[in-house]
């Protein structure tokens, strides 16, 4: 699994990052966002794109699991 550290950047940082690694890998990909904003725009794009989406509160941001 393929894991995307996007915590504590701005927007569209994150969004950008999200986009390269589903891009660049077929498995699974985590990304990991500090701002529920953050979170809501990586599923979003995810899901746009046909790929599932689950989404966990962490102690410092959220997890977005991408399949």
Not at 35 to 40: A, F, G, R, Y
């Amino acid at each position: 699994m393929k894991e995307v550290d996007a915590r504590g950047l701005s927007c569209p940082e994150p969004l950008m990052l999200t986009a390269e690694a589903l891009k660049k890998f077929k498995e699974p990909v985590k990304v990991l966002v500090t701002e529920p904003h953050q979170k809501m725009n990586v599923e979003k794009y995810a899901r746009d794109h046909g790929r599932k989406v689950a989404s966990s509160e962490t102690e410092d941001g959220f997890a977005v699991m991408i399949e």
